[in-house]
């Protein structure tokens, strides 16, 4: 074996799936946060420990830790190197040394190698794969040291190299090689001898490390273009770099093979998120079907090896299961880096990584299994014990064999030398135009796909936009066909949007003709980014990658005027901004690009919504007046309905991916049509929670009386409405206390019983009403340590409603306790939004008029309680008479009888039906429509119209024939009155 291992570390058994941990630096912008790292390594073991909780720490021990955290220091190159003796740090080379050189070794060795990264986005997976500048990854490495070890080896050996390069998304196959976009990828077809393997994808012959740095740089720059004009996020793909090695031995008539699979897995954090609790739509989850699928994989691996019986792995639920369903199935030697941010925001995610990764270590293969692909034919014909003539034709033809494939081998590299060359010529090409003129650069969410597209703006003026007539063409979305224009005037440039497109500069909107310096800023459409780079004579040393996507949207998000004072100054302990914050923060800059995202697609799929990022108890506090958990939320407007939805971060982010899916259809130009249940942009409607109000309870303990008039506050802390509420301390029976009752110690309280009355009377301003006065609001509160919270009824269409709303509680013998949460806590006063959906505007309405019934029954109460009033005074009158003319008023007397007995009867008869009413409402309330049944659904509605309407009609003769008689009844009256002698 030729190879020239360095360290006896490498690959230090056959026989098991290595796993190997790697902490990164901060960020920029964890160090800007102040963030602390969670990770520490001693001696083989990997410890972290939880911020919130920092006495639990959890431990893990790998086969290989890399503390890549701290103790480095940049060289003149800009590698990163360990600083001084006593540092632990290990950089791209110690990992090479350790895990690429055991790639290299079973390469030469004939055997099969995976190496995957895992861990969530921006943990530096492609830092270890790939690499960064001069800090190069596994994989050119590997490449590179392949070749160099080629060039030294004898003649009589024949060696060939091929290279492929794809990419997962979304289970669709991209090559990543090849220019020619296949709709909906390429296929992953199975063969009895290869197993899964995909099919059409390009696999180069090379025969210099040169060439493979041409074509990695070419598939990344395929895969940038795909993911800006696709709309699709490089977090959510994987990456499979395949090598395949073949060794022909001349003389020997031997041929070793060994297929090098480097894997660099879509971010890990979708896993959870895909989960997206609660939402309707959660097929989001094939976000991550090949990251799943691989976790179950790996779970079931792990059964095995732990001796429980498992009947089926599940290598075919996915394509990146296909396709390493050799390397898994222990046809190849695997390791796994799992890469982890060493910050304290990020500790969830990091431990599910250490979790996973911990889940790959009790996975041990049979060493027998991991096959020496060696295939010789003279031993296969001498163990077909062969006569000397029929071997002696063997050869022959076998050395025909060999010839034919060293000339299309020859042939094959020509053609790819060819093709290489072309674009060899074009790098030139750009190189000399960098020199000349300025240009634009593009900056992905990705650093790793950053920098490599370059737009030229050359002397005069240039249209940019989607459409191919422009002198640049530029995809994504929010791109119109004519987007904007570029002057270049003696090498001073200047950008002009059209008409209404939206551009960016260093986080400002802008409308007119702008001038640009050089590393200006520029965004266009919803997200697109770049970098203006001036002329060469305005270059300074500055190191462009400070200008990455956090950068772009950390600047947008401060000219917004958003920044981490704004989400409060709660600071922990050590005066560093309480991590929770930061995290909100962080969510918040990352969510905005996504969101402006949603809304292009929105408008463009004519959804008419509106997306808003929110922070949810931005000023809210709790009972007891601590601040409440912050949390980043998108608010939804329906922009005809004015229907309002709030969807929590993960129901964001999963709708966010359907979103993409169904644009990218529309994109495809097919059919978009969705129907109601299946839209990403579609939801039944729901309560809003408007704002709350803190009323405090102290002056209940000294049993005073509480009459509020206060400000219910949203999550901002503005003004929603104003509250008038009253709590007053009562006796049991509902006798309300006076100034006589007060107390001077609550502690007299202890043990007895406490009454007192929440009167909740009426909203003022409410501004849910104000924007749209079909709305309804209901208040909900919850008193101490009772189950639920309660509610006022529903009242709709008023920006001031009446509640009127009294509930008396009692607390049969007032504990410590009880006494303290009186003294110290607030009843919290919930401002609940109603909206309604057609045919809730129907039963709204109808509860409206139902509510207008009880009132005017209360009116005719009162004429009740007037006449009743009048009576007596009538009858008094009337005893008086009855001395003077005793035949006149015995007639008198019988009337007034008859006509209270007429009016009773009126009444019962209302009553009655307003039961019927109450019956009919009731069942209306409670009358479902049917899950997923079109054909049910569509009876339903009709049954529900139908009952709709007798429920009205009914409603309606019941009013009318109470209104009736009653008039009759007064008519009658009068007369009666009119005709008094
Ligand atoms: P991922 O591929 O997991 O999304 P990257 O590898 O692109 O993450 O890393 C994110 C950022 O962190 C990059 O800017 C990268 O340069 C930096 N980074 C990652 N790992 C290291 C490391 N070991 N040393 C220095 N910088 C690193
Ligand atoms: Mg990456």
């Known amino acids: 074996y030729p190879g020239k291992s360095k360290s006896n570390k490498s690959m230090p058994s056959l026989d098991s799936v290595k796993v190997a941990v790697r902490v990164r630096p901060f960020s920029q912008r964890e ?167 995909v099919d059409g994808l390009k696999l180069v012959p090379c025969d210099s490390y040169a060439q493979i740095e041409r074509l990695m740089e070419q598939g990344t720059k395929i895969r940038t273009t795909a993911s800006t004009s696709m709309n699709a996020t490089s977090s959510r793909s994987h990456m499979v770099i395949t090598i395949q090695f073949k060794q022909i031995f001349l003389e020997e008539d031997l041929t070793k093979q060994s297929i090098i699979n480097l894997v660099d897995l879509a971010g890990s954090e979708r896993q959870k998120s895909s989960g997206s609790e609660g939402d309707r739509l959660r097929e989001g989850t094939r976000v991550n079907l090949s990251l799943t699928t691989l976790g179950n994989v790996i779970s079931a691996l792990a059964d095995v090896a732990m001796g429980k019986k498992v009947i089926h792995i599940p290598y075919r639920d996915s394509v990146l299961t296909k396709l390493l369903q050799s390397a898994l199935g222990g046809n190849s030697r695997t390791i796994m880096i799992a890469a982890v941010s060493p910050a304290d925001i990020c500790y969830e995610e990091t431990l599910s990584t250490l979790r996973y990764a911990e889940r790959y270590l009790h996975i041990v293969f049979m060493s027998c299994k991991i096959c020496n692909n060696c295939i010789s034919l003279c031993m296969l014909s001498l163990s077909l014990s062969l006569l000397p003539e029929e071997l002696r034709c063997l050869l022959a033809e076998n050395e025909l064999r060999i010839q034919t494939i060293q000339v299309t081998w020859e042939y094959q590299l020509e053609e790819a030398r060819k093709e290489w060359e072309q674009q060899y010529a074009a790098i030139t090409q750009e190189r000399r135009m960098m020199a000349t003129f300025p240009y634009l650069v593009n900056i992905n969410e990705d650093p790793q796909l950053s920098g490599v597209l370059k737009y030229f703006i050359q002397d005069g003026s240039c249209d940019v936009g989607q459409s191919s007539s422009n002198a640049i063409t530029l995809r994504g979305l929010g791109i119109l066909d004519k987007h904007a224009a570029f002057t270049n005037i003696g090498g001073k440039v200047a950008i002009t949007p059209w008409d209404k497109c939206k551009v960016i500069v260093n986080g400002v909107p802008i409308a007119v003709k702008t001038k640009l310096q050089h590393l200006d800023r520029i965004i266009l459409g919803s997200n697109n980014a770049y970098l203006f780079i001036g002329l060469p004579a305005e270059h300074t040393n500055e190191d462009l990658t400070r200008y990455d996507y956090d950068f772009v949207h950390s600047e947008l998000a401060a000219a917004e005027g958003f ?162 509420i009253n709590i007053v301390p009562c006796s049991s029976n509902g006798r309300t206390f006076g100034e006589e009752d007060m107390i001077i110690d609550p502690l007299e309280l202890l043990g007895k019983r406490i009454d007192f009355q929440i009167h909740i009377l009426q909203c003022l301003g409410v501004k849910w009403l104000k924007e749209v006065s079909e709305r309804g609001i209901q208040i909900g509160y919850r008193v101490y340590d009772l189950p639920r919270s309660l509610y006022t009824k529903p009242v709709w269409k008023n920006m001031n409603p009446k509640m009127e709303e009294t509930v008396q509680f009692s607390a049969l013998s007032a504990s410590h306790e009880f006494l303290t949460y009186l003294q110290k806590n607030a009843l919290i006063v919930d401002l609940w939004g109603l909206q309604g959906s057609d045919t809730d505007n129907q039963i709204s309405e109808l509860y409206q008029k139902l509510l207008k019934l009880e009132e005017e029954t209360e009116l005719l109460r009162d004429i009740n309680r007037a006449l009743r009033e009048e009576n007596v005074l009538l009858k008094d009158t009337l005893k008086k008479c009855e001395i003077r003319n005793h035949e006149k008023t015995g007639q008198m007397c019988n009337y007034r009888t008859s006509c209270d007995a007429e009016f009773a009867k009126a009444l019962k008869a209302f009553y009655q039906n307003m039961n019927m009413v109450r019956g009919q409402f009731l069942k209306l309330k409670h009358y479902r429509p049917p899950e997923d049944n079109l054909k049910l659904l569509r009876l339903y509605t009709e049954r529900q119209s139908h009952m709709l309407k007798d429920f009205g009609e009914q409603l309606d003769s019941s009013i009318c024939k109470l209104k009736n008689d009653v008039a009759l009844i007064v008519k009658k009256k009068r007369e009666s009155l009119a005709n008094k002698p």
């Open 563 to 724: 920044s981490v004072d704004k989400l409060g100054t709660a600071k922990s302990k050590d005066g560093k901004p309480d991590p929770s914050v930061l995290a909100v923060f962080h969510d918040y800059i990352k969510l905005m690009p996504l969101v402006a995202e949603a809304n292009q697609m929105s408008e463009e799929l004519k959804k008419d919504l509106r997306l808003e990022l929110k922070v949810k108890n931005l000023a809210s506090s709790d009972s007891r007046g601590y601040d409440l958990q912050k949390e980043v939320i998108v608010k939804v407007t329906h922009n005809v309905t004015n229907q309002v939805w709030v969807w929590s971060k993960a129901k964001f982010t999963n709708r966010k991916f359907l979103m993409e899916e169904l644009y990218q259809r529309f994109l495809d130009g097919e059919d978009v049509h969705i129907d109601q249940d299946n839209d990403p942009f579609w939801d039944p409607v729901e309560v809003i929670h408007l704002g709350s109000a803190h009323i405090w309870l102290q002056s209940l303990a000294y049993c005073m009386k509480l009459e509020e008039q206060t400000d219910l506050l949203n999550s901002d802390g503005k003004e929603e409405a104003i509250i008038l």
């Open 31 to 197: 160090k800007d946060a102040g963030s602390r790292c969670v990770i520490s390594m001693n001696s083989g073991s990997t410890s972290i420990y939880d911020p919130k909780n920092p006495s639990h720490v959890k431990t893990f021990t790998f086969d290989l830790a890399y503390w890549s955290h701290s103790g480095f220091e940049k060289d003149k190159d800009g590698t990163l190197v360990s600083a001084g003796s006593n540092s632990r740090y290990s950089g791209q080379s110690e990992v090479f040394r350790d895990l690429g050189q055991g790639v290299l070794d079973s390469a030469w060795q004939g055997y099969n190698a995976t190496l995957l990264a895992y861990g969530q986005t921006g943990s530096g997976k492609s830092y270890s794969m790939i690499g960064y500048g001069a800090n190069r990854g596994i994989i050119p490495v590997v490449c590179e040291e392949l070749f160099e070890v080629i060039q030294n080896q004898e003649k009589n050996k024949q060696h060939q190299v091929t290279f492929s390069m794809l990419e997962i998304y979304n289970e669709q196959v991209i090559d990543l090689l090849s220019k020619a976009k296949k709709p909906g990828g390429l296929k992953v077809r199975e063969d009895q001898q290869q197993g899964f393997y």
